[in-house]
Structures are given as structure tokens and as C-alpha cells.
């Protein structure tokens, strides 16, 4: 028999509302309540979800009673990466991924979707960097002067924020490369990063091992290691997910296959992504189907993304590399 779903995400919008009534005190304690509810366990709801468009509609409600809540409880630490990891992941699978594929037939909406996913990265990050200083009080500041020396700081505890903010930020990289100020910012991405691996390899079944993948076969990471290391971080985050996963062999097919010009094993990644059964891992079912979804468009492209028989544009470009996509969901 079917268990029925969980009514806390029914629960939880109607709780708000008597709250805004009540005295401060108690107003402060409900809200913390509903802050723990939202940046606990909740997330399986979505994350188990066998409709992406659904869950792609719902959030958007999700993010905005987080925000509603951190205006009463500003410092709490789990609902600020909650809510910035939403940010970052609705910008990333809504907004940017729809962005670059409509860049052959309507380039003008998807330069405009392009500029809405890199504010929406850039509000993630600023509530993962929240949580960054509730960690470590003067953080931000301290990673621009000396990243390498102020990620040293971080322990274990702060391995979720330190990987979303570099998240959030790679992500804004990739909505607009134009932007300087956020490239200047890609070596405090690579410390927090580095760190968080030397913490705790094994976060989220090898979602670090998988976002590292992404950066260094863009060279983002300015470690001259490119697509040897790309395949060294392909290789663990395949062996840490033990199979849940099928979002690295989409990243690395989209990246290093690309870059190579290797189509055969392009589409060898991309068809065991295809291949593989989302229901057998539910906990990881919306991720997959995410990542289902981006690797049939990608096949759909492969005559663009390969010079074989293509025609250069008229800059004499070709139509493939120059993107930072990140298809993992941590799990």
C-alpha cells in the first residue's frame, strides 16, 4: 500500500500566517519551529519527486517562505544554505539550463534568462555566505585577501556552506563570463572547494569530487591539472555515489567529450544516462531525471557540438565548448 506523502508542505504556508498575530517571544519561537521544519528533513519531497515541472513550479512558493522566515530568524544557519542551495539549484535547472538552449532560436530571451539565473545565483550566495560568517565571523572579507589561508579556518561543520557558496558563484561564472569582478572571484571557489574536499571527501555521495570535475575541465580552477584531473574527480565522484548517480557522466559528456571532440564516448556517457533506472535510488530520482533530461537535449545537439561535417559559423566559430555546466543535485 502507497504511504501517503508527508503534510508538512501543506502545513507549513498556513502555519505562518497566525504567527504574524502572536507576541514577539512566541512569534520568534514558532518561527524558529518552522525554520527547523524547512531546513530539515523536508527536502525529501522534492528530492524523491518523480515530476521535475512540478517540483520546478513549486519551488519558487519554497524560496519565497524561506526568505520570510529568515526576516525572523536571520541567523539560522541551516535555513541560510537551505535556502541559498534552492536559489542555486531552481536558477541552475529553470532558468540557466532553458537559457542555453534556446541561444540558436531566441538569443534575445536567452541573454534575459541568462541575467535573471545570475541574480538568482548571486542571492544564493549571499545566503550560503550568511551561513559562511556565522561560521567564521569576518570569512567573506578575509577569503578575498588570502583564500587559500582563510579557508583554513572552516572545519568539517561548514563543508555544506563552503560548497554551496563555491556552487553559487561557479554557477554565476557560467550565466555571465563577461562579468570580472565574479572571474576574480573563481580562486576563493577553488579554496573552498579544496578545503571541503580535505574535510570531507565523501560529502553527498562525491557532489565536491563532481563540481571540481566541472571547474577544472573549464579551467576555472587556474591549477593546470584540465582534463587529467577532470578525470581523476570524474572517476571518484563516480565511485563515492556507488551508482545513485547518473549526473557526472552528463557533466563530463557536456565538458571533457566536448572539449576532446570525443563523440563516441559522448554518447557512451550519455546513453548509460539514459539507460539507467531513476526509480531504483529514490533519493536521488529528481536529480537523475534533471540530468535524463539535459543528456536527450545534448543528444539532440551532438551535431552542433562536433565539427565533423559542421560548417564554421560566420566568425568562423564553432558552436560548442564555453559553458561551466553543472548538472549534479548534492545528494
Known amino acids: 500500500m502507497r504511504r501517503p506523502r508527508p503534510l508538512t508542505a501543506v502545513w507549513l504556508p498556513l502555519a505562518v500566517f497566525p504567527l504574524l498575530l502572536t507576541g514577539c517571544s512566541v512569534k520568534k519561537m514558532a518561527m524558529n519551529s518552522v525554520a527547523n521544519s524547512l531546513s530539515?528533513?523536508?527536502?525529501?519531497?522534492?528530492?524523491?519527486?518523480?515530476d521535475p515541472i512540478l517540483v520546478g513550479e513549486a519551488l519558487p512558493f519554497s524560496l519565497k517562505l524561506m526568505e520570510t522566515i529568515l526576516l525572523e530568524t536571520p541567523q539560522h544557519r541551516e535555513l541560510l544554505i537551505a535556502a541559498g542551495s534552492g536559489f542555486t539549484l531552481y536558477a541552475h535547472?529553470?532558468?540557466?539550463?532553458?537559457?542555453?538552449r534556446a541561444e540558436f532560436s531566441d538569443l534575445s530571451q536567452s541573454r534575459l534568462d541568462r541575467a535573471r539565473a545570475k541574480k538568482l545565483f548571486?542571492?544564493?550566495?549571499?545566503?550560503?555566505?550568511?551561513?559562511?560568517?556565522?561560521?567564521?565571523?569576518?570569512?567573506?572579507?578575509a577569503l578575498r585577501k588570502d583564500p587559500v589561508g582563510a579557508a583554513a579556518q572552516l572545519n568539517r561543520e561548514a563543508v555544506p556552506a563552503m560548497y554551496w557558496y563555491a556552487a553559487a558563484s561557479g554557477s554565476a561564472v557560467s550565466a555571465d563570463k563577461n562579468d570580472m569582478d565574479l572571474v576574480a572571484d573563481l580562486p576563493v571557489v577553488s579554496a573552498l572547494l579544496d578545503r571541503a574536499l580535505a574535510l570531507d571527501e565523501g560529502w553527498s555521495q562525491g557532489a565536491i569530487h563532481e563540481l571540481l570535475m566541472v571547474l577544472e575541465a573549464s579551467g576555472s580552477m587556474g591549477s593546470g591539472g584540465g582534463f587529467p584531473k577532470a578525470e581523476e574527480h570524474f572517476r571518484r565522484a563516480m565511485?563515492?555515489?556507488?551508482?545513485?548517480?547518473?549526473?557526472?557522466?552528463?557533466?563530463?559528456?557536456?565538458?571533457?567529450?566536448?572539449?576532446?571532440?570525443?563523440?563516441?564516448?559522448?554518447?557512451?556517457?550519455?546513453?548509460?544516462?539514459?539507460?539507467?533506472?531513476?526509480?531504483?535510488?529514490?533519493?536521488?530520482?529528481?536529480?537523475?531525471?534533471?540530468?535524463?533530461?539535459?543528456?536527450?537535449w545534448l543528444l539532440s545537439q551532438a551535431d552542433l557540438l562536433f565539427v565533423e561535417n559542421q560548417d564554421p559559423g560566420p566568425d568562423g566559430l564553432r558552436l560548442h565548448g564555453g559553458n561551466l555546466p553543472w548538472t549534479g543535485v548534492p545528494r
Open 40 to 50: 530539515g528533513g523536508g527536502t525529501g519531497a522534492y528530492l524523491t519527486d518523480d
Open 93 to 100: 535547472a529553470y532558468v540557466l539550463q532553458p537559457a542555453r
Open 122 to 141: 548571486l542571492r544564493g550566495r549571499d545566503y550560503v555566505g550568511r551561513a559562511l560568517e556565522l561560521h567564521a565571523p569576518g570569512i567573506l572579507q
Open 239 to 296: 565511485e563515492l555515489n556507488e551508482g545513485r548517480s547518473i549526473g557526472p557522466l552528463v557533466s563530463m559528456a557536456e565538458t571533457v567529450c566536448v572539449q576532446e571532440q570525443d563523440r563516441d564516448r559522448f554518447l557512451d556517457f550519455l546513453d548509460r544516462a539514459l539507460a539507467f533506472d531513476v526509480d531504483a535510488h529514490p533519493e536521488t530520482r529528481l536529480a537523475n531525471l534533471i540530468s535524463q533530461g539535459h543528456a536527450r
